[in-house]
Every structure is written in C-alpha cells, then in structure tokens.
Nanobody
Framework: QVQLVESGGGMVQAGGSLRLSCATSGLALMYYGMGWFRQAPGKEREFVAAVGWTGDTTTYTDAVKGRFTISKDNAKNTVYLQMNSLKAEDTAVYYC??????????????????WGQGTQVTVSS
C-alpha cells in the first residue's frame, strides 16, 4: 500500500523559509518521479515543482523559480521542497504526488498516481 505523508507546513512571515517533507512508503522511490502541487482557497490545484525519477531533472512553475528547490533522498524515501523568500501568494495547502517511471518531470496532476493528504502553508505579509 503506497502512502505519501507531507509535513513541515506552518505559518511564517513573508521573506521566511520552510522545508516541506514528503515521506513515502510502499514504493521504491528511486524509480518514481515526484511532484509538488498547491491549492489555495477557491482556486484550482496548481503545479509547483517536479523531479524525474533519476533526480537529475527538475522543473518549476515560473512563480517559484529561484525560490523553491525540489529534491529527493532515495535512502530516506523522502522528497523535499525547500521554500525560501516566501510570499503571501504562496499560501496554500501543499500536496506531494508520485508516478512510477516518470523520467521527465510532469506538471499535470493527471500524470500522477498517488497523492498525500496535504500540509498547510500560511505566509503572513
């Protein structure tokens, strides 16, 4: 049974940093591409960042380029999203997602097979 559990969310002031973690179980993370998405109240779920299964290729939405970094630690079965220089518009519930054999990072939620329950990030201005 595949499980993804996000943690690390919270409340932070604008300009601050948070690191989100996505602990995985029931899958071999080294063979999975991973993504982070977010959903703000009243808005559609949107793509944030993704990494291919090799860990060598990443992609980001323009709004977070240069501020967020996605990485995966296969030994710890965990994926991270380091978020720096946070802005009020980054406030949302953040979700991690997994897809087996995904070499090229995917930006569409329909590409992913497994999802976590989400973690709230609130940035105060």
């Amino acid at each position: 049974q595949v499980q993804l559990v996000e943690s690390g969310g919270g409340m932070v002031q604008a300009g601050g940093s948070l690191r989100l973690s996505c602990a995985t179980s029931g899958l071999a993370l080294m063979y999975y591409g991973m993504g982070w998405f977010r959903q703000a109240p009243g808005k559609e779920r949107e793509f944030v960042a993704a990494v291919g299964w090799t860990g060598d290729t990443t992609t980001y939405t323009d709004a977070v380029k240069g501020r967020f970094t996605i990485s995966k630690d296969n030994a710890k079965n965990t994926v991270y999203l380091q978020m720096n220089s946070l802005k009020a518009e980054d406030t949302a519930v953040y979700y991690c997602a997994a897809k087996g054999g995904l070499l090229v990072p995917a930006t569409s939620p329909v590409e992913y097979d497994y999802w976590g329950q989400g973690t709230q990030v609130t940035v105060s201005s």
